[in-house]
């Protein structure tokens, strides 16, 4: 529970009741912390003098810019149209880089080129939200994720680091479980963990035990395998996938803990390993995980990169989904299509794309052509003999009982939503301007 949070919105709401919020605040501190109610009185009153010494601030640097959209509205980190958008408004709110690849490009690692020619490649994951109550499994599945986007770029990883946020309520042993986590994956590839942050959400302003953070990776190479690389007539080859993260939850979630198990595994990290050491990343044109919305929503990000169409064989990629996963996926009705499935997704010219199969295959792991790249724009679906459109919904599918109660459509007043953030974007970016130009002036 945040509660700076709930004393801020109580004193916009009813400054005048200032006691009233304190006792509400005490008493909601004592569902949670194992205190005396004295102990809870003195935090309340603590914390509502910190809300109000930061309720109403001026100045560029202080004021929030505000879009009056919250982030569960617009289904921003929900893998939908509405979290591509404003992906896609913080490289404008970034700007120009001068790099080879930024978050204009919506890729899953940012790369540079060093001084030698070589690309500088890194990449940094979250972990799964709802697995908070789970932090070894969420530490596997966040280290695996942050290893796949480097290596989707056609890089070998060199090291990992690691930022855990724990709450305040939280047990220190889930730093270590997490951790444990984190470097089995190390200990499976050979790529160290280094470096890293742990720390408290919130400090003391946030009670309870969830768990949040991330894992970032480096790696070099010296042929990129970006999703802009992309080009017509390619094949689109796609490994066999068991999920990560998404289908662990849905599978916790649901009662459904055996799936769970099914991904527990490397193959994604050990297929990369194999086409990097046959120089077949040298031959490809891209790489990626099937990851954000599923490949509904990879499909339209490679599209808008690369400028192309991408036609796939819904047959297929049916046939490339662990089987127990796809079990409980149909079962719960649940479109496979759009949710994480952590397969790896190959771009390759025909010539190609049959060394790349026995190389795949000879590392243990399956792979098949799903569909081809052609001229034009969007994404297309094969389903028995006819195409449909293959768009991302406003969310990815709905996975878990609470995602379901939210569904998938788009809000009757998505522009009207969209209208605002653009205002608060070119907001921030205005604010950007004026505290440069204020700091360089300094600096004369």
Known sequence: MDIEGYAKRAL??????????????????LEIKPISPEGAKQIAAAVLGEAK?????????????????SMG?????SRGTGDFYVHSKLGEVIGKTGAVVDSSQLDDSGVVRLEDGSFLVLTNDGIHSRLSDFPFLSGFHV???ALRDVYAMGARPLAMLSDIHVADDGDVARIFDHIAGITTVSDLMGIPLITGSTLRIGGDMVIGERMTGGVGAVGITKNLTSRNRTQVGDLILMTEGAGGGTISTTA??????????ETINVRFLKACEALLKAGL?????SMTDVTNGGIRGDAKEISGTAGVKLVFEEEKLRALVNP???????????????????????????????????????AGVKIEIIG?????????????????????????????????????????DFEEMRAAIDRAATEAIEKKQKVLERIREKSL
């Open 12 to 29: 916009r709401n009813a400054p005048e009741k200032e006691s009233e919020i304190a006792a509400k605040l005490a008493k909601r501190i």
């Open 53 to 69: 010494a930061t309720l109403e601030v001026k100045g560029d640097v202080l004021e929030s810019t505000c879009s009056g959209v």
């Open 73 to 77: 509205q617009f289904g921003v980190g």
């Open 143 to 145: 280290a695996r994720a």
């Open 252 to 261: 916790l979630y649901y009662g459904r803990h055996e799936v769970v198990e």
């Open 281 to 285: 990343h040298k031959k490809v044109h």
């Open 324 to 362: 127990k996963v796809l079990s409980m996926l149909d079962s719960l009705k649940i479109d496979y299509l759009g949710v994480s499935i952590d397969a790896l997704l190959i771009l390759a010219p025909p010539e190609v794309a049959e060394a790349v199969m026995e190389t795949v295959r000879a």
């Open 372 to 412: 081809q790249v052609e001229a034009g724009c969007g994404a297309e679906i094969l389903i028995g003999g006819n195409r449909e459109d293959f768009t991302p919904k406003f969310r990815e599918s709905a996975y878990t009982p609470v995602k379901k109660v939210h569904g998938e459509a788009q809000p009757r």
